[in-house]
């Protein structure tokens, strides 16, 4: 078994930032993407970052050039580094690993709880 927790969020004031965290932990062998999407009030899940083992990147449109996604394979821990934030970022904000190859050799796909993120004067 394979769990994602995040952490970081919380209530910020446009042109912020803030920091998002996500551990994977359990029977883990290798974690191949790992990645951020956010769902905010009545809209779709959509992606943010994701980023491979080898620390290939893919940033939506919307947030480049203000958030930076980032890993650390040895901890298993992915990070977003979100700056400028505005009040459209407002959002959950769920951490996704896929392709985890566990201990077992299946492999997964895994979400985390969420966080919420709040962009507000």
């Known amino acids: 078994q394979v769990q994602l927790v995040e952490s970081g969020g919380g209530l910020v004031q446009p042109g912020g930032s803030l920091r998002l965290s996500c551990v994977a932990s359990g029977n883990i062998f290798r974690i191949n993407y790992m990645g951020w999407y956010r769902q905010a009030p009545g809209k779709q899940r959509e992606l943010v970052a994701a980023?491979?083992?080898?620390?290939?990147?893919n940033i939506a449109d919307s947030v480049k050039g203000r958030f930076t996604i980032s890993r650390d394979n040895a901890k298993n821990t992915l990070y977003l580094q979100m700056s400028s934030l505005k009040p459209e970022d407002t959002a959950v904000y769920y951490c996704?690993?896929?392709?985890?190859?566990?201990?077992?050799?299946?492999?997964?796909?895994?979400w985390g709880q969420g966080t919420l993120v709040t962009v507000s004067s």
């Open positions: 996704n690993a896929d392709r985890v190859l566990d201990t077992t050799g299946r492999y997964l796909e895994v």
């Open positions: 980023i491979s083992s080898g620390s290939d990147t």
